[in-house]
């Protein structure tokens, strides 16, 4: 086993093939660890193509592994190289396994997919398990439903691996409104090893506190209408902009973000649309999302994962139009969320009625702030994470005050 180091070292593995979830989260992660303690250096292992558009924290560093994308089928194929899918992987999990041997990380944090990309990250767990380093997975609030969920599990070997190679298991949400497990046939040793942290806060950056986006083009207030990465987001631009294009008299402004992945021919459909709406305006990406939408009255999204925190976070109304394909996971949480009070939905129902939407972003500056709704320990993700990070990388030193955590039930 490593000799004892003054400075710790964290690795996270991010499971990226498309979108921005994975990436956002681990990222928002290792800069609450940093700032947290000035002894943690934090490496990011991320497939995602734009990891580069994005800044990082003093001690925040990250390995691209080569990219890959899920096609519509379902399969995988490399993103850029000319080489099929199987070797691809396998550089990728050589680049993994060298990575987390050279660096020799006192804490390896997995998200979402506890045996990575194909299993890619099997090796370097058992690497990293001989030498005694505590491993971690972290689980989203929502993953699938349970009857999609359990057979790709089974299908993926999951279950030997949460029950005999992670030591924690991390939720990033409140089983108050959903437990990512429910109504799987879990071992109460692999149930004990849950940790409901609760939701990730996030922060505007010190250095866009004084500034506008150099992108913000658009009349405030204004609704920020997001499609997250924008690889599946057409049907909700789609509608929106049916509602601006039926009723010139919506009171608010919009500002449409469509997501770096979003097909090319998608975009410049919607942009020849935006650009015949005074009130519209329309960008790809803006890596300072986050002033996008403290900035803004509402916040019209698919509902991923971040999106959510960040409605959270900046205590916005909420309007979410979830996708219901290839998974359930923004449905199954906009549905609770909706049930608790903390924002609304509206379904896709493929007729997109114009005034339904254009009803819909009338009303949502009106509607009660997600802060209006009390519910316990929702946004104290981010010390929670520290603390129990704490915890493993230092046995010897006990933070003051307790940890706030809910810990799953046998």
């Not at 003093?58 to 993103?79: H, Q, W």
């Not at 949400?173 to 109504?183: A, K, R, V, W």
């Not at 409901?196 to 950056?205: A, I, N, S, V």
Request: net charge negative; with cysteine.
């Amino acid at each position: 086993m490593p000799g004892r180091r003054d400075h710790k070292r964290i690795l996270i593995y991010s499971h990226d093939s498309f979108g921005l979830g994975h990436l956002r989260r681990c990222r928002t992660i290792a800069h609450a660890l940093v700032g947290d303690s000035s002894g943690v250096s934090v490496l990011i292992l991320s497939g995602s193509p734009i990891i580069g558009s994005f800044d990082f924290r003093a001690r925040v560093d990250f390995v691209r592994i080569p990219g890959v994308i899920k096609l519509r089928n379902g399969e995988y194929t490399s993103l850029k190289l000319h080489l099929d899918i199987e070797q691809t992987l396998n550089l990728r999990s050589s680049i993994i396994q060298h990575t987390a041997d050279v660096f020799d990380p006192d804490l390896f944090i997995v998200d979402k997919e506890p045996l990575g990309l194909h299993g890619e990250v099997g090796p370097t767990l058992e690497l990293l398990k001989e030498r005694g380093t505590p491993l971690v997975l972290g689980l989203r609030d929502v993953m699938d439903e349970p009857g999609l969920l359990a057979p790709e599990w089974q299908r993926k070997n999951v279950m030997p691996a949460l029950t005999h190679l992670y030591d924690e298991i991390w939720v990033y949400g409140l089983p108050q409104i959903y437990d990512p497990l429910s109504g799987m046939e879990v071992p109460d040793s692999v149930r004990r090893k849950m940790v409901f942290t609760g939701y990730l806060r996030y922060e505007m950056p010190d250095s866009l506190q004084a500034q506008k986006p150099t992108t913000l083009a658009v009349e405030e207030p204004y609704l920020l209408v997001t499609a997250g990465g924008g690889g599946d987001g057409e049907g909700l631009i789609d509608w929106v902009l049916k509602a601006y294009e039926t009723d010139p008299t919506i009171p608010y402004s919009a500002m449409i973000v469509f997501g770096p992945f979003m097909q090319p021919d998608d975009r410049e459909a919607f942009l020849s649309r935006v650009a015949k709406l005074d009130r519209v305006k329309a960008i790809t990406f803006d890596a300072r999302f986050e002033a996008l939408v403290e900035r803004a009255v509402g916040v019209v999204a698919m509902g991923g994962y971040n999106t959510f925190c960040e409605i959270l976070s900046f205590d916005k109304p909420g309007l979410i139009v979830p996708r219901k394909r290839p998974r359930l996971e923004q449905f199954i949480r906009a549905s609770r969320a909706q049930e608790i009070g903390l924002l609304s939905m509206l379904e896709d129902d493929g007729v997109r009625d114009p005034k339904q939407m254009a009803t819909a972003l009338r009303q949502l500056p009106q509607q009660k702030r997600p802060s209006e709704f009390v519910v316990p320990g929702l946004l104290d993700g981010l010390p929670n994470i520290c603390r129990l990070v704490d915890k493993w990388v230092d046995r010897e030193r006990e933070r003051p005050g307790d940890l706030t955590v809910v810990r799953g039930s046998a």
